[in-house]
């Protein structure tokens, strides 16, 4: 795994990721359930490579009840949680409990549906880290501004996880009242895949990102 600088501390990243089976149902107007699954499976695997290489990123933990994506976390350089809850925040709770008895300073939560990610988009985020007050939320979009992309939190338990429907103001709300300073970034990360219109714009723009090469 890559050390973190040390005014980051130690940062953990959290890849919540559902059963692949059924995945990206709203996109079954343009794929079929094979083509959905190959595709989830293939944005998971570039979320993992691209959290494990990203420097300031000291440990990758990839919560999912779906055995398959365990054992594709674990040969990426991950370590898989087995999500014993239901639903995407109690799993995201669960993987928090995980990193905090590690030892993190801060978690950044990373949704598998983000066809521009990098350790260089993530490198960015993770510089919001530099500044020493705390509590510190950084958020990350999605194009509508109404989703969260990214979420990153110092310490790991500032805020709680308000993960579905309007997050973006769930989490806003939620650094209010816990009197952390919000950041919120944009960039290639604001770009999501959930659509028939994501999957359009995402080929017009990065078709290698959704097509196997």
Do not use: W, Y
Request: aromatic share 2%.
């Amino acid at each position: 795994m890559n050390r973190a600088a040390p005014t980051h501390g130690h940062v953990f990243a959290i890849i919540p990721v559902g059963t692949l089976e059924g995945a990206k149902s709203r996109l079954g107007e343009t794929l079929d359930a094979e083509e959905r699954r190959d595709l989830a499976t293939r944005m998971a695997h570039r979320t993992i490579e691209a959290a494990v290489a990203t420097p300031g990123i000291d440990e990758v933990l990839v919560v999912t009840p779906d055995q398959a994506v365990r054992d594709l976390a674990l040969a990426a350089g991950a370590r898989p949680l087995r999500q014993r809850s239901q639903g995407l925040n109690r799993g995201l709770r669960e993987a928090r409990e995980e990193a905090l008895a590690a030892g993190a300073d801060a978690i950044v939560v990373l949704p598998i549906d983000l066809p521009l990610i990098s350790p260089e988009a993530l490198g960015r985020v993770l510089e919001r880290l530099s500044d020493p007050e705390r509590p510190l939320v950084v958020l990350v979009s999605d194009r509508h501004r109404r989703g969260t992309n990214v979420l990153l939190v110092a310490p790991p338990d500032a805020i709680e996880f308000g993960f579905g429907g309007d997050s973006r103001a769930a989490h806003a709300e939620c650094a209010a009242e816990a009197g952390a300073r919000l950041v919120e970034l944009d960039g290639p990360l604001t770009l999501d895949l959930d659509t028939p219109d994501d999957l359009l714009l995402i080929e017009q723009q990065a078709p290698e990102r959704v097509h196997a090469g």
